[in-house]
Structure formats: structure tokens, C-alpha cells
């Protein structure tokens, strides 16, 4: 299995709901990563887990809440959103190579959820 | 991070190659440059990487620079396939779980 499953696939939620994303791999890969990507820009990094532990939060707001229950799985839980928070949130994963070959690392990117806040 | 420069934009016909230059003038020597593209709708996949030495897979072909400070990603026969977004990325070792995109290249492919 070379995938990353991301559900749902779109999403669409109030401002005073709360919901969460899902981001699943079975590759045995220990890093998993939350990009969010707005139309016609390149995504922005938001969050790394590595070895099921938060190791980069790049000062997302706390609306945004990760959470990595095991090596297979990333949840991005979101609650009381904006409507400017509308893009495309996408999962990656890969391998977690040690130095010297670090900056070799590849990563698999799921498909996307698609959210849009009213 | 180390920045990457890349064209906004491309254009090419279908079946010719393709040339996609980017230029890291910043890049240190554990460096290793990576190409990912993105085609509509769909999330970024891996190209191809390198650090010193011109690499080949089935995909594409990385041409470095001698003194490392630009690259070409080649796509040997364009295809309408390759309409995409293509993205030049450093990866630093010292940093090895961020990847960091920059604004990249839209390719366009002509019938």
C-alpha cells in the first residue's frame, strides 16, 4: 500500500461547528505532516509529527488541533473556524531517515480535503 | 530555510522536452534539491532528487549544477499529462522533517 487516505474528501462546516479531518497511511512511515494550500498559492506547512509526537507547529491557531493517535493515523480536529480558513488541507508522510541522509527524506501526499467554512 | 527561485510559468508543446530551471544560489553543501509537482485537484508527488551527481527515473531526469547553485528538471517528451505545478525544494538535513514550497512553476502543455 504506497497511499495516503484523507477523508472526508470535502467538507463544509459553520463557523461554530466542530469537525475533524482524517489522514491515513500504511507504509510504516513515523512522520506525518498537515499542509494547508489556498487556491493558486503553494501549501503552507502547518504541523509535523515525528514518532507520533509533535515535533513542529509552524504558529498555526489553536482552532486548529492535531492529533496522531498511532503511527497510521493524523487527525486535524477544527472548531470555530473562519471562512478565510476555506482551502485544501493535505496529509504527507514519510520515512524518518537520520542525518546524513535526512535531506533524502520523500514525501507521499494524500489527495486533500477540500473544506470550505460558512 | 533555503530559498529557491523558479519561472512562474512555462509553456510547451506536446511530445517535445521540457526544461525547468531553478535556481538555490543559497544552498549549502548538504543540500539536497527536490522536485515535486502537482497537477490539478490532486495533492503534490514526488519527481525526483538529488544531491551532487545528475540523477535519472522514469519520470525525469535532474541536471545540477557543478557548483550546485541552479538546476533543470527535464521531462524528456511532454505529455498533456504534465500540465502541472512544478515545485523546486531544498531539504536541509538539519532540518530533515520540513519541507517548505515556494511558489513554483506552472507548466503548460500545447496539443
Known amino acids: 500500500d504506497t497511499e495516503v487516505t484523507q477523508t472526508p474528501k470535502h467538507l463544509v462546516m459553520g463557523m461554530t461547528n466542530k469537525k475533524s479531518l482524517k489522514c491515513e497511511q500504511h507504509?510504516?512511515?513515523?512522520?506525518m505532516y498537515w499542509y494547508k494550500q489556498k487556491a493558486k498559492k503553494p501549501p503552507e506547512l502547518m504541523f509535523v509529527y515525528s514518532y507520533e509526537k509533535l515535533s513542529i507547529n509552524e504558529s498555526v491557531p489553536s482552532r486548529f488541533s492535531p492529533e496522531c493517535p498511532n503511527s497510521s493515523l493524523l487527525n486535524l480536529h477544527l472548531h470555530a473556524l473562519q471562512p478565510e480558513d476555506s482551502a485544501l488541507y493535505l496529509c504527507?508522510?514519510?520515512?524518518?531517515?537520520?542525518?546524513?541522509?535526512?535531506?533524502?527524506?520523500?514525501?507521499?501526499f494524500g489527495a486533500g480535503s477540500r473544506l470550505t467554512v460558512l | 530555510d533555503a530559498k529557491t527561485t523558479q519561472p512562474n510559468s512555462m509553456e510547451s508543446n506536446e511530445e517535445e522536452p521540457v526544461h525547468l530551471p531553478c535556481n538555490h544560489s543559497t544552498i549549502s553543501g548538504t543540500d539536497y534539491i527536490h522536485w515535486y509537482r502537482q497537477l490539478p485537484s490532486q495533492g503534490p508527488e514526488y519527481v525526483i532528487h538529488g544531491l551532487t551527481s545528475n540523477v535519472n527515473n522514469r519520470m525525469a531526469s535532474l541536471a545540477i549544477a557543478e557548483d550546485r547553485k541552479s538546476s533543470t528538471l527535464i521531462l524528456h517528451r511532454a505529455t498533456l499529462r504534465d500540465a502541472a505545478v512544478y515545485y523546486c525544494?531544498?531539504?536541509?538535513?538539519?532540518?530533515?522533517?520540513?519541507?517548505?514550497f515556494g511558489p513554483g512553476t506552472s507548466l503548460s502543455v500545447i496539443p
Open positions: 525544494i531544498l531539504r536541509r538535513k538539519t532540518s530533515y522533517d520540513k519541507v517548505i
Open positions: 507504509m510504516g512511515h513515523r512522520a
Open positions: 504527507a508522510s514519510s520515512q524518518v531517515l537520520r542525518q546524513p541522509s535526512s535531506g533524502a527524506n520523500v514525501l507521499t
